[in-house]
Structures are given as C-alpha cells and as structure tokens.
C-alpha cells in the first residue's frame, strides 16, 4: 500500500491547479499568434485550441467534487496570474509596483479561497 495516498477531493485540487496552468497556455498561445505570421500563427493557434480544451476537460473533472464557485475563481485566478507573470517575463510587459503588489493581493485571495473551503 502506497505510503501518500491522495483522496478524490485532494486529487481534484490538484487536478485543478493544472487546468489553471492550462488556462495560461492558451492565453499565452493567444500572445504568441498575435506576434506571428503564416503558418506559425496557426500553429500557435492549433495550441490554443489544445490548451483551451485541456484546461476545461480538467475543469470540469475538478468540479465533481470541489464547490462550483471555489474552482471557477481559483482556476481564473491561476489563470490570471499565470498570464500576467507570463506578461512580464516573455512578452515584456511592465512590472511596476502597482501590478506586482495586485498579482499578490490576487495569490492572496486564492489561497484564501481555498484555506475556507469546505472541501
């Protein structure tokens, strides 16, 4: 018998910080089509495509489980997080105070979330 053995809720969790990762590949495919040209840009698209599909399959499966509205806002706010970390760190986008100090306020408030879950 396995040592660490995840329960259905825990696996859930899990499975839904995933989609929310797969939520920020699909925005960031979205920023890398947007610079691309010809067949890149479409192929960029077609992973939109496969991100897009991969984080909602997930999303659904988690919320078997876990609170409908719990899930949607911790999966939107990986997601929110995600892109605009991946906003500064690929795309180059501005990371003055204000932002930073928001994106934390927003890990915050998930971890919050989840902390008073029920599940």
Same mark, same amino acid.
């Given at each position: $018998?396995?040592? !660490?053995?995840?329960? +259905? +809720?825990? $696996?859930?969790?899990? *499975?839904?910080?995933?989609?929310?990762?797969?939520?920020?590949?699909?925005?960031?495919?979205?920023?890398?089509?947007?610079?691309?040209?010809?067949? &890149?840009?479409?192929?960029?698209?077609?992973? !939109?495509?496969?991100?897009?599909? #991969?984080? $909602?399959?997930?999303?659904?499966?988690?919320?078997?489980?876990?609170?409908?509205?719990?899930?949607?806002?911790?999966?939107?706010?990986?997601?929110?997080?995600?892109? #605009?970390?991946?906003? *500064?760190? /690929?795309? +180059? &986008?501005?990371?003055?105070?204000?932002?930073? !100090? !928001? *994106?934390?306020?927003? *890990?915050?408030?998930? /971890?919050?979330?989840?902390? #008073?879950?029920?599940?």
């Amino acid at each position: $018998m396995p040592i !660490f053995v995840l329960k +259905k +809720k825990q $696996m859930n969790w899990i *499975i839904l910080i995933i989609a929310g990762l797969f939520e920020v590949g699909f925005t960031s495919c979205l920023g890398k089509a947007k610079q691309a040209t010809g067949t &890149e840009m479409y192929l960029w698209y077609g992973a !939109f495509g496969v991100c897009l599909t #991969v984080s $909602m399959i997930l999303l659904m499966k988690a919320t078997q489980t876990l609170p409908l509205g719990t899930a949607y806002a911790v999966w939107t706010g990986i997601g929110a997080v995600g892109t #605009v970390l991946v906003g *500064i760190l /690929v795309f +180059k &986008e501005p990371a003055d105070f204000w932002r930073v !100090f !928001f *994106i934390f306020t927003l *890990i915050a408030s998930i /971890v919050g979330l989840k902390a #008073v879950s029920s599940h």
